[in-house]
């Protein structure tokens, strides 16, 4: 920002309350003018000319489901597998062929006169049989999947949660779910409605990120996503892909899968007036389309009498498709945390909505495009916000082409508004030979006005020889984060006296951290136990704060080298279905948002009864630990001529969950912090909730 602009700007900054700017996402600029460029064309004509496709298609009978959803979690060749041995089962009409004989239907026997193989009454048969397949209700096609990358490893960093194990999960919210993988830790600014984020490796702001159907959820009050405005409710998948130098978390919404509407009811209650209630509804064929439908709410009092939070919202989905082809999606998300905590913002509604058209262009080429938007509003005790700029819109197109095993993935993503990166491209590519090694690598290109980031990784994990593997991963670049040059301008410009000389203009600090991390161990697995280790060694040049409001002023903090190992086991037990399992990482010294040493571990047990399969049972008995952590907040009261960091105390929480399923209504109860072990703290003075038991029912029903 020039000397002049913020000479002009600073008597309406001083007029707006330090809190808007704090939060470092609004904007009080002219936006920048638009520039056409080459691939502006590619953007804009993508949805146009998929959804073109779309409508101009010969209807196709919506009859048989092709579900490659239904089998989450899986790389890109497993899909397309999956995809492959349904399609198998579809005759021409697009019904599938393994109806039942006439000889079974409705008991009925062989009529009279027939041979053995019921020749003698086909037509009649036939008849009969395509009677009943008119009158059966069918599931209508998915979209064809996009997949985000190899199958979950912890060789790789990939763990990932599907729709039967989010719903056996201890975790109430997306934070809560995202710390359960090794490495990664929760921020959270108090009880719920507070903001709150996760972090591994100390990545800092600008390098968590979330891609929510292909679709990036971008920070809006901040340098990292606030996951307190993300629901559980509506999900289908969770993805997590922990990088030496990013978190990335892929988010897959639900999509009707049977051929009958169901609901999902799950609610609770306990401890500190907390109360829960999420329901979905998921409808295949609601006005010629596919229907989804999610609501959210978890409200609490909080640990203290100013301290109460809710976290509320819903979410719309709508999908037209033609076959097992493609089709477009309409999707609507509106999500509102309060707080009753004073010094944090409180009344923001986040809204993000996107229409998707996707295509099977040719036989292993799927292509995507979209155009969606993000804004945060306030309600009337946030007068301020109603007169700023939040929205931020996004035009894309990715597309991925998979042959067997090996898969290429294409994006490009044009993003208007301020503090986002104005363009992003992005390539991968990986895939496994047999029983060979898995290999797969990525680079990321962002625009930043007229700068540029480049940054590049690659992983490789061999195929177990004698119960032994091996896995590496490499990584290299720059990433700009949201938000951190405007807000420490903006600071600059509080500052009393007259303004400090620039050459010849006063130039924001530079938005890049430079960052490369490596990544090398083993795993050994036999009968069940399995063993894994890495070596860990990370180098960044800058360290960016989170800006979320749980940080005020936060600072950018000089980085530096660590090195580290980090180790997981699981082992079963002689008692069938009880199991041990535990996670350490330790470094040779800390990182702002990296403890000295983190680990976890549980006793754990999962049995299913009864030959119908529909008794199940799970429990775990853990704890989960955190040595002191700094933050990238300068201490308060200390010496202002060798400032330091502010810390946080040790974190130890003890925990019990207990969950059964009885046919498809689950009964849980879970306890939080068992030893009420006071100052758990992820930022200075953000008292969490010290020991709380929630227990509930969640009921799926086919409506």
Request: net charge neutral.
């Amino acid at each position: 920002m020039g000397a002049d602009s913020s000479a002009v700007k600073r008597p309406l900054r001083r007029g707006l309350a330090p809190r808007a700017f704090e939060a470092g996402a609004f904007s009080v600029v002219t936006p920048a003018s638009t520039r056409a460029f080459l691939l502006a064309g590619a953007f804009v004509a993508a949805p146009l000319s998929l959804g073109g496709v779309v409508l101009s298609a010969p209807p196709f009978p919506f009859a048989m489901a092709v579900q490659t959803q239904s089998v989450s979690c899986l790389s890109p060749g497993a899909l397309v597998a999956v995809a492959d041995s349904l399609l198998a089962g579809v005759d021409s009409t697009g019904r599938a062929i393994l109806l039942p004989a006439a000889d079974s239907i409705g008991g009925a026997s062989l009529p009279a006169g027939a041979d053995s193989t019921g020749l003698g009454s086909r037509s009649a048969d036939a008849a009969s049989a395509e009677a009943l397949a008119d009158s059966v209700p069918v599931a209508r096609a998915s979209l064809p999947a996009i997949s985000s990358g190899p199958a979950p490893s912890y060789g790789l960093g990939v763990w990932c949660w599907d729709r039967e194990k989010l719903r056996s999960t201890r975790a109430i919210t997306l934070a809560e779910l995202v710390s359960l993988v090794p490495g990664v830790i929760a921020l959270k600014g108090g009880d719920y409605g507070t903001p709150s984020t996760v972090m591994s490796f100390g990545a800092g702001g600008g390098r968590v990120r979330v891609l929510w159907d292909g679709f990036e959820w971008m920070p809006l009050d901040g340098a990292v996503p606030d996951l307190a405005r993300v629901s559980l409710a509506g999900l289908d998948e969770v993805r997590v892909e922990r990088h030496p130098g990013e978190l990335l978390i892929t988010l897959k919404t639900s999509e009707p899968r049977g051929a009958d509407p169901s609901t999902l009811v799950h609610v609770g209650t306990g401890d500190l007036g907390t109360n829960l209630l999420r329901g979905v509804f998921l409808h295949p064929n609601a006005f010629r389309g596919a229907f989804s439908f999610a609501l959210d709410r978890l409200e609490t009092r909080g640990p203290g009498l100013d301290a109460a939070g809710s976290l509320s919202g819903f979410s719309l989905r709508y999908a037209v498709t033609r076959g097992d082809r493609g089709g477009i999606v309409a999707e609507m998300k509106r999500f509102a945390p309060r707080t009753e905590v004073a010094d944090l913002a409180a009344g923001l509604t986040r809204n993000d909505w996107n229409v998707r058209a996707r295509w099977l262009l040719l036989e292993g080429l799927t292509g995507e495009g979209y155009f969606g938007a993000s804004s945060l509003s306030g309600g009337p005790e946030v007068p301020v916000y109603g007169g700023l700029d939040t929205r931020r819109t996004q035009l894309g197109f990715r597309t991925q082409y998979t042959i067997g095993d090996f898969w290429m993935l294409g994006a490009a993503r044009r993003s208007a508004g301020h503090g986002v990166p104005g363009e992003t491209y992005e390539i991968a590519s990986g895939g496994a030979h047999g029983s060979g090694a898995t290999l797969d690598g990525s680079m990321r290109v962002e625009r930043w006005a007229r700068s540029y980031a480049a940054s590049w990784r690659v992983r490789v994990e061999t195929p177990p020889v004698r119960g032994f593997s091996l896995f590496a991963a490499y990584e290299n670049g720059e990433m700009g984060a949201p938000y951190v040059s405007e807000h420490e301008a903006y600071l600059r410009s509080l500052r009393p006296g007259p303004p400090e000389p620039t050459e010849p203009l006063e130039k924001p600090r530079a938005r890049f951290s430079d960052r490369t991390g490596v990544r090398a161990g083993g795993s050994f697995s036999w009968r069940g136990l399995d063993l894994s280790g890495a070596w860990l060694s990370l180098e960044a040049d800058l360290l960016r704060p989170l800006r979320l409001g749980v940080d005020p002023g936060g600072i950018t903090v000089a980085g530096g080298k660590r090195t580290g190992f980090e180790g997981m086991a699981r082992i079963p037990l002689p008692l069938s279905g009880f199991v041990l399992e535990g996670a350490v990482q330790s470094w040779d010294d800390g990182f702002a948002y990296l403890p000295k040493s983190l680990w976890d571990g549980a006793l754990t047990y999962h049995g299913i009864f009864k030959e119908s399969q529909n008794l199940e049972l799970w429990g775990s008995l853990g704890v989960t630990h955190r040595d002191l952590m700094s933050l990238s907040i300068l201490e308060v009261g200390g010496d202002p001529t060798v400032p330091n960091l502010a810390m946080v105390p040790v974190s130890e929480e003890w925990y019990t969950h207990i969950q059964v399923r009885i046919v498809t209504l689950n009964l849980f109860v879970r306890w939080e912090n068992m030893l009420g072990k006071a100052n758990n703290l992820d930022f200075p003075d953000r008292t969490q909730a010290r020991i709380r038991t929630i227990y509930g029912v969640s009921w799926i029903m086919n409506n």
